[in-house]
């Protein structure tokens, strides 16, 4: 049986239980996935004091991505080199380290046409979406508020350059926009959006659509929302979890529909 949970603080709002334990129906397995509040403080006690008690995994969400990386878990490489873990699964009596936004990314750019790229945003999902633009793209600008974590964005990359760039910057001329802020950050953009402007994916998915998304759309634009992304990484934990193979795509939109009918 699978016992699971999705971690992070604030929680209440989370619509992945409804994600993983729809899955478990349509896989015809049983399974618990539930949601647990819980702070950067009580997380590292908490995952040290779990590992005998049956879990098989745990998402992340914020503010844990980051630190999964310091308890000192076996991580895959992307993970540890976008320096943000989404899912630990038990393994062998401890927990191993995955990013599944990455592999999100992966999918959803995948058979995009691009070649500028804006990335708003600092976090683990803006480093995700790095990682995954990395060698894509020659170049990747970064928009955000702050260059405390200059470091950390320069690091989730190997082959494309980046450059900084300051909240104040226009999303004009850009193919490709990946809004990773919090809700309302992006809202500032709006005045600086042309006519037909490429592609915008939305991490977002309350409120929804954002006053980014619905403006980006209005002038013509193509928009995956922030549904899109919960459930695209969400596969890949499913698939980590259950350690069954099944077809991404079928399971894709059946949870897709459940959420756009809620």
């Known amino acids: 049986m699978i016992k699971a949970a999705v971690l992070g603080s604030p929680i209440e709002h989370s619509l992945s239980p409804l ?7 349509i896989l015809g397995i049983e399974g618990q996935y539930s949601k647990i509040e819980m702070n950067g403080e009580d997380f590292i006690p908490f995952i040290q004091s779990e590992s005998e008690n049956g879990w098989t995994g745990f998402s992340l969400t914020m503010p844990l991505k980051e630190s999964a990386l310091s308890i000192g878990f076996e991580c895959e490489d ?5 320096h943000s873990v989404n899912t630990l699964i038990h393994q062998n009596g401890t927990f191993v380290g995955y990013s599944t936004d990455v592999r999100a990314f992966d999918r959803l750019i995948d058979g995009l046409t691009f070649s500028s790229v804006a990335v708003i945003g600092g976090g683990g999902t803006a480093r995700a979406a790095l990682g995954a633009l990395d060698g894509v793209v020659e170049r990747i600008d970064v928009i955000q508020r ?3 974590r200059n470091d950390l964005l320069t690091q989730a990359l190997i082959s494309s350059g980046i450059n900084f760039k300051d909240m104040g910057a226009s999303l004009e001329n850009y193919d ?10 992006s809202d500032f953009f709006i005045s600086s ?3 037909n402007p490429g592609t915008l994916i939305e991490v977002l998915y309350k409120p929804l659509p954002t006053k ?3 403006a ?11 549904l899109d992304l919960l459930v695209e990484q969400a596969l890949d934990q499913i698939h980590l979890m259950t350690s069954l193979n099944f077809d991404f795509a079928s399971m894709r939109a059946s949870l897709i529909a459940n959420l756009r009918s809620l």
């Open 19 to 25: 994600i993983h334990n729809q899955a478990y129906e």
């Open 78 to 82: 992307r993970a540890r080199r976008i």
């Open 146 to 148: 702050s260059s405390h």
């Open 176 to 185: 490709l926009v990946i809004s990773t802020t919090p809700a309302g950050v």
């Open 193 to 195: 959006l042309g006519e």
């Open 212 to 214: 980014l998304s619905a």
């Open 216 to 226: 980006w759309k209005e002038r013509g634009g193509f928009v995956v929302d922030g």
